[in-house]
Nanobody, 121 residues
Framework: QVQLVESGGGLVQPGQSLRLSCTAS????????MGWYRQAPGKQRELVAR???????DLADSVKGRFTISRDNGKNTVYLQMNRLKPEDTAVYYC???????????????WGQGTQVTVSS
């Protein structure tokens, strides 16, 4: 089993910053990618940012220039630095990890419980 622990969400005013953290633990052999998705009420879950095991990154157009994704391989941790937050960033943010666990080896896609980010004045 792979467990994901998320932290860093909260309530902030527009223009302020938050940093989300997600740490994976368990019977992990390797992590292929880590990322963040978000889901606002009445909306589909969408990809915010993703980073691969070799450091390639993808960011949603809506957050480019404001958000930065990074990782600490030694800690199996991914971070999402969110700057200049806007009300439309309000959502539940979910950590996602694509990993190989084991032995015995098995590929899987794992999700955190979600952390609420609210941006409001």
């Amino acid at each position: 089993q792979v467990q994901l622990v998320e932290s860093g969400g909260g309530l902030v005013q527009p223009g302020q910053s938050l940093r989300l953290s997600c740490t994976a633990s368990g019977s992990i052999f390797s992590i292929k990618s880590m990322g963040w998705y978000r889901q606002a009420p009445g909306k589909q879950r969408e990809l915010v940012a993703r980073i691969t095991d070799i450091g390639n990154t993808d960011l949603a157009d809506s957050v480019k220039g404001r958000f930065t994704i990074s990782r600490d391989n030694g800690k199996n941790t991914v971070y999402l630095q969110m700057n200049r937050l806007k009300p439309e960033d309000t959502a539940v943010y979910y950590c996602n990890v694509a990993a190989v666990r084991g032995p015995p080896f098995s590929r899987g896609d794992y999700w955190g419980q979600g952390t609420q980010v609210t941006v409001s004045s």
